[in-house]
């Protein structure tokens, strides 16, 4: 025997089940727009200065002498991955703003092997700061940083990329991985 009560339960679990739903899209969709407000440099020099915020108040593990010489060489290669990217962006006259629509489709150089060798280089730069500072925890901000990248910036960018060069995009996402 069905109870009428059962009925409005069900109706009212389903609406609340959908407006849950709606609630968490708009709230990603807000975060998201206040997120790809700042540009991604600005979000690394933030990310940066937080994290070296908490290492000087937590006075965290101080990495050997090696590990800051390697964070050097990150750090350069990180800062040549970028701009070298960076610098055919400028070749071609295409912006380098995520949100500003794509002039050009650049596949040459760092991007025959990565869909993000600037994201990637500013990740490396952070990564190799982190280690010549000899901080455990500043190495939460290369981490955080490529979380938002991929999370909001990138797919964003591919959206754009695939509306604006159509199949020729799709190809290279197939044959080129999004990251190293």
């Known amino acids: 025997m069905r109870n009428i009560n059962d009925s409005a339960f ?8 959908q407006y849950r739903q709606v609630s968490v899209t708009k709230t990603k969709m807000n975060i ?7 540009r991604p440099p600005r979000i690394a020099t933030l990310l940066f200065l937080a994290f070296l915020g908490i290492h000087v108040f937590v006075k965290d593990q101080t990495l050997g002498d090696a590990w ?7 750090f350069a290669g990180g800062f040549a991955l970028m701009m070298w990217a960076w610098s055919l ?3 071609c006259e295409t ?14 150089g760092p991007y025959r092997f990565t869909r993000n060798p600037m994201y990637a280089g500013v990740t490396l730069m ?5 280690l010549v500072m000899g901080s455990v925890v500043m190495l939460g901000a290369p981490l ?4 938002i990248i991929n999370q909001f910036f990138v797919p964003f960018e591919e ?9 020729a995009y799709q190809d290279y996402k197939k044959s080129v991985r999004r990251w190293i």
Do not use: Y
Request: net charge positive; aromatic share 8%; hydrophobic share 45%.
């Open 126 to 130: 952070l990564a190799g700061l982190s």
């Open 95 to 108: 912006p380098t703003k995520p949100t500003d629509q794509p002039k050009a489709f650049v596949a040459a």
């Open 159 to 167: 959206n754009r990329m695939t509306e604006t060069f159509g199949a």
């Open 89 to 91: 962006f400028r070749k």
């Open 144 to 147: 955080l940083f490529w979380v």
């Open 68 to 74: 800051r010489a390697a964070g050097v060489l990150i």
């Open 10 to 17: 069900h109706t009212s679990h389903s609406a609340l089940q």
């Open 32 to 38: 998201q727009t206040i997120i790809m407000k700042v």
